[in-house]
């Protein structure tokens, strides 16, 4: 089991392009969650999804969005990007339910 | 709002010798407790869950809900116990919620 996988591994966008992130969640997972990790800080939530509609959604403006498909794979799409997007984005995955998540290694996504 | 504080950025300690990674919480409901280690240069993983009640590589936690802390121990530090360590939160009561994290603490065991 390749366990969670993110592509690209690395980005480096411009100001105000628009992004798309991709993660395929661990195998049995069907909940698909992504953070914002700068540096030196913890990941911070950004939002979740569960059958296609995002359950649950942390403090980030509406730029950033996401999408989960039928095989439970996800993308993170984020608009007008701005300097201070630059950062880590994870994906994790689990089960619906508290079981902890099984994390991707990340895209580093640089703003220039 | 709920909010994790890990106090320490960086804690060194030798090889053997106790280990205590300090978290305090603010949350208004129930919440339900986790420490997550990212070693060098691998994604971060899941070392345990308060509700498990487990040790997992001589760590254990214990969740203090007067003091509101989720301090994680180890008697008897090694080597390989050097990572960045953080401590989340979530709701607890069966859904996955998205998970609250602290800032982490750099562990470094000293030979």
């Known amino acids: 089991d390749a366990g969670v996988t993110q592509s690209p591994t690395h980005l480096i966008k411009t100001r105000g392009q628009q992004v798309t992130l991709r993660c395929s969640p661990k195998?049995?997972?069907?909940?698909v969650s992504w953070y914002q990790q700068a540096l030196g800080q913890g990941p911070q939530f950004i939002f979740q999804y569960y059958e296609e509609e995002e359950r649950q959604r942390g403090n980030f403006p509406d730029r950033f969005s996401g999408h989960q498909f039928p095989n439970y794979s996800s993308e993170l799409n984020v608009n007008a990007l701005l300097l201070g997007d630059s950062a880590l984005y994870l994906c994790?995955?689990?089960?619906?339910?508290?079981?902890?998540?099984?994390f991707g290694s990340g895209t580093r996504l640089t703003v220039v | 709002a709920q909010r994790v504080t890990q106090p320490e950025k960086l804690l060194s300690v030798f090889k053997g010798a106790p280990v205590e990674l300090k978290c305090n919480y603010s949350y208004s409901g129930s919440p339900e407790l986790f420490w997550y280690v990212q070693y060098s240069r691998q994604r971060l993983q899941l070392l345990l869950r308060h509700i498990s009640r487990e040790s997992i590589k001589g760590f254990t936690a214990d969740l203090n809900k007067g003091e509101t802390s989720f301090h994680l121990k180890k008697p008897f530090a090694q080597e390989e116990d050097s990572a960045m360590y953080y401590c989340?939160?979530?709701?607890?009561?069966?859904?996955?919620?998205?998970?609250?994290f602290g800032k982490g603490t750099h562990l470094i065991i000293q030979p």
């Open positions: 195998s049995g997972h069907d909940t």
């Open positions: 994790a995955s689990s089960p619906l339910g508290p079981y902890g998540y099984t």
């Open positions: 989340a939160l979530t709701e607890s009561g069966g859904g996955a919620d998205g998970l609250t």
